[in-house]
């Protein structure tokens, strides 16, 4: 594959394209504009929901977003949302029920996009204080459809806990983690980055050969799988997961070296 060339830059955000102080090197934007300029865009694919891409934006400038583990289609440029995928309130209710009776201690909140609500007791990691994000009861939040649930735990091992809301949510949903902690994200049955990218990749008219695809959390294997599969590149992060590592066919700097800038120079244009 040394002749290989992508069509399309797809990057996870979070210990991946971003530094671990949430910031794009200046090294980082001019590599990327010079595939901008060669024809090559780039999309993003983050398990953050629209309301966290704003900073993103203003720093990249337009494209398109795969938010919410691919719940969400997002038009950065203008800021709008193009397609939806989410949750259902009788499946949510469904599973949040079964892992409460299951561990009474599973504490829950949603996105719906703008909008973040967590149960009193949950306690948030980040955007504690951030617009649009309020306390409610969990009858409240799974009474409308929502693009991602967030099921945490604050004393269960982190992949303990995900294999427990895996078993418990079996084929009604999707679950995947993106964290150090014990927090599962759940988006609607068959919704995962993968999808997204290839919803993306085909109004362009393009397939996972195509594609490069940068990752480190398991919320990018659906995505490394898909274009692994289809012969393009799947580049796990210095520091990525295992289980990341294992389903790579490269693997690039860390974040904090710009991995994605290095690995792209490498590439013919």
């Given amino acids: 594959m040394s002749d290989w060339r992508p069509q399309l830059i797809v990057s996870d955000l979070d210990g991946t394209l971003l530094r671990s102080d949430e910031t794009i090197s200046d090294g980082t934007l001019a590599e990327l ?31 398109t977003a795969i938010c919410c583990n691919g719940a969400v289609l997002l038009d950065l440029g203008g800021f709008t949302v193009l397609e939806e995928h989410p949750l259902t309130p009788d499946v949510l209710r469904a599973i949040t029920g079964e892992l409460r009776r299951r561990q009474p201690d599973t504490w829950f909140a949603v996105e719906y996009g703008d909008q973040f609500r967590h149960e009193p007791i949950y306690k ?64 609607a ?9 290839a919803r993306v990749a085909a109004a362009r008219g393009l397939g996972p050969g195509d594609v ?7 919320n990018d294997l659906a995505a490394f799988d898909w274009v692994r599969e289809g012969g393009g590149r799947a580049v796990a992060m210095a520091h990525a997961h295992p289980d990341v590592l294992a389903a790579a066919t490269d693997v690039t700097d860390a974040n904090d070296a710009d991995g994605v ?9």
């Fill in 33 to 63: 504009q010079r595939w901008a300029d060669a024809g090559v865009p780039l999309v993003l694919a983050t398990g953050r929901p629209p309301r966290w891409m704003l900073g993103v934006r203003d720093r990249l400038g337009g494209g």
């Fill in 124 to 187: 948030p990691r980040w955007d504690v204080d951030a617009p649009g994000v309020a306390e409610a009861t969990l009858p409240e939040m799974v009474a409308q459809p929502v693009a991602k649930l967030l099921a945490r735990h604050e004393h269960l091992p982190r992949d303990e806990f995900v294999e427990l809301v895996t078993e418990v949510v079996g084929d009604t949903a999707t679950v995947t983690n993106s964290s150090s902690d014990a927090l599962a994200e759940i988006s």
């Fill in 189 to 197: 049955r068959g919704v995962t980055k993968a999808t997204g990218l």
């Fill in 212 to 218: 490069v695809y940068f990752g480190d959390m398991p």
């Fill in 261 to 269: 800038a290095a690995f792209l120079a490498s590439l013919p244009r």
